[in-house]
């Protein structure tokens, strides 16, 4: 074990030269000594799982299907992640284990399409800017739980007369009963009982006027509200520690972060279906409320593929780099299937743990379940801690939650930070290899300048903008790039061939399902969830708040900017290729020199420099051959 003081701490920052044989992100048992590998493919599995469990497991799935017919929403969820899911993983994981590089150097087996690699990393950079955001809320939340009773448990000095303790049935101006927090319309009533002012609950006052102090919307910035801004520069540090040392750091504090946030779910489910009312909550989640008649809805069906796609973190390039520092010949295959299977039940787990207590709280305030389920943001940071604040002993549950969120999100900013940190060190070894701790705190003090934005009074619109236009339709089209070049520029073939290098044959029988998903079931489906997603978009809003135009063109034109480098690049290098157009082309469709595994011990006779050089000289004889016929003709 090595011992570091003062000196060893400026080496593995600024990179000393004297040292760089010593490089602290490589262990001397490491069967690649220049990358470094996990230190033990438990390390790996809980560093994935950690990724692809994210806050969607959390507060998107449960919602997800609720709306869609409860338990029947399981049935498309798994379909999905049979034909889509499990499959662009298996092909991501393999495609980084093989040649041991981030999302960039992998397209060197498919040079046309390497800004897909590029557009990767700007989507995981952007994200990162406010999922570093999402950490800085959970971060306040949990130290505001620290006080008893909890501060959003009533209407204070904080609130305004608009606030108020219980849930008010009133009726609008157009006579409508209207059960107050949730808008839900129920029946007509006489207009003399009509009530035009809002009503809120004290926990959705304090996340609009204490934690986010929210302007009017976009165009109301505001200045910096400074505990957040606090917060943000706090889960920048603890990523950066925990990113000093690369894998070899972040692969310990996954022990914890990966582990911790399912005590809390089982904590919070045995509590939760111990309360009065739980029951009812967990018949909407996916008890005998359950709608079979909604798989006739081809909404479902997108909603389940969409929420399989995301929460598997298809096409962010985290899934390529984590594998890319695993043993050549580990088996991805079933890895692949311990992480994707591993996710599915975590959100599934995640659902009875939050509606058992959500139908409590409905029970207490006397309202239909439907009045207190909301989705993203208004379940983590309104209804939940709302229905925390009613239990008793109630800042434990509110800081044990918090904490849960803070290290579901965690793992995910780890493995983003990894994803823009390996492609820098890949892309210039010479550079920054001696200087990855010196790499990781400049991202991390980067990302953290960019989200200050995202902590102003207008941030949560900004988080929202990202979101609605950045990690939505912007990764299924990269997922499409990537599983058409890998099926049919590359060849589905040659890639199978490259997986066996790593996990022996297999028969013909093993790879028909694999090919069958990865020519013609996921891109097929993939198109239709894209086509259906730019059809039905709709401009994000936040809390009824309409994004002025010039903010939804600025969404617009973030999206384009990411995927612009795929057009981008594919040109830059037709123009920089030697020969005719169709030689051109031809040539950026073909593998290059450089693709192949990282290892020679691993190469075999497929890509042996022998071979390289043999293609090579055939090559300049074939030059040289052409020459020599022009000029008789001349």
Request: glycine share 8%.
């Amino acid at each position: 074990m090595r011992k570091y003081g003062w000196n060893s701490f400026k080496d593995l920052i600024l990179g000393n030269p004297a040292v760089v044989d010593q490089d602290p992100h490589v262990d001397v048992g490491d069967e690649n000594p220049e990358r470094g590998n996990w230190a033990s493919k438990r390390e790996y599995i809980l560093s994935t799982i950690g990724y692809a469990v994210g806050l969607g497991n959390i507060w998107r799935f449960p919602y997800l299907a609720y709306k869609n017919g409860g338990g029947a929403f399981l049935i498309p969820y798994f379909v999905m992640l049979v034909v889509t899911g499990i499959p662009l993983f298996f092909l991501e994981s393999a495609l980084g284990q093989f040649c041991s590089q981030g999302p960039i150097n992998i397209w060197r087996s498919v040079p046309i399409l390497q800004g897909v690699g590029i557009a990767m990393v700007m989507v995981t950079l952007t994200v990162s800017i406010y999922y570093n955001v999402i950490l800085a809320y959970s971060l306040y939340y949990m130290f505001a739980s620290f006080q008893s009773p909890l501060p959003w448990s009533s209407c204070s000095d904080w609130s305004n007369s608009n606030c108020s303790n219980t849930p008010i049935v009133y009726c609008n101006v157009s006579g409508v009963l209207v059960a107050n927090w949730t808008h839900q319309e129920n029946s007509t009533c006489p207009l003399s009982n009509t009530i035009t002012d809002p009503v809120q609950s004290p926990s959705e006052q304090y996340w609009d006027l204490v934690a986010l102090q929210r302007s009017s919307g976009l165009d109301e910035t505001g200045p910096v509200v400074w505990h957040l801004a606090l917060c943000l520069l706090l889960s920048s540090l603890i990523v950066a520690a925990a990113l000093i040392r690369g894998i070899k750091s972040s692969g310990k504090v996954v022990y914890f972060t990966a582990t911790f946030p399912y005590v809390v779910i089982l904590i919070l489910l045995i509590r939760g279906v111990t309360l009065e009312g739980a029951r009812d909550g967990i018949e909407f989640y996916i008890g005998s409320k359950s709608n079979l008649t909604k798989l006739t809805e081809a909404q479902v069906w997108k909603d389940a593929a969409t929420q399989t796609f995301y929460s598997l973190s298809i096409g962010w390039g985290g899934v390529m780099t984590l594998a890319s520092y695993n043993n050549f010949h580990n088996n991805m295959f079933k890895d692949t299937f311990i992480v994707t299977l591993t996710n599915a039940g975590t959100s599934v787990l995640a659902g009875f743990a939050i509606f058992s207590i959500l139908g409590h709280m409905a029970h207490i305030y006397k309202m239909p379940i439907e009045g207190v389920v909301k989705d993203g943001f208004g379940l983590a940071f309104i209804a939940y801690p709302d229905a925390l604040s009613k239990l008793p002993i109630s800042p434990l549950w509110s800081v044990l939650f918090f904490f849960m969120l803070l290290t579901v999100g965690l793992d995910s900013q780890f493995a983003g930070i990894e994803v823009i940190s390996t492609c820098l060190i890949d892309s210039f070894p010479k550079v920054f290899k001696s200087k990855r701790g010196l790499v990781t705190i400049a991202t991390c003090s980067i990302l953290y300048l960019l989200g200050l934005p995202c902590v102003t009074r207008a941030g949560i619109y900004w988080v929202t903008l990202i979101d609605s236009f950045v990690a939505s339709w912007v990764l299924i089209f990269l997922a499409l790039f990537e599983v058409i070049g890998v099926a049919y520029i590359y060849g589905g073939n040659r890639f199978i061939k490259d997986i066996e290098m790593m996990i022996g044959n297999k028969s013909f029988a093993f790879w028909f399902w694999w090919r069958a998903c990865w020519f013609f079931i996921s891109p097929c489906i993939i198109v239709v969830i894209l086509i259906w997603s730019l059809i039905t978009f709709k401009p994000p809003k936040y809390a009824g708040v309409q994004f002025p135009a010039w903010g939804l063109a600025l969404g617009w034109c973030i999206a384009i900017f990411i995927l612009l480098w795929i057009p981008v690049v594919a040109v830059y290098k037709l123009v920089k290729a030697e020969g005719g157009p169709w030689k051109r082309l031809k040539s950026l469709c073909s593998p290059t020199e450089e693709w192949h595994p990282y290892l020679d011990i691993h190469r075999g006779e497929r890509y042996s420099e022998e071979r390289c050089h043999r293609r090579k000289s055939q090559g300049n004889k074939a030059k040289v051959d052409v020459n020599v016929i022009s000029s008789s003709w001349l």
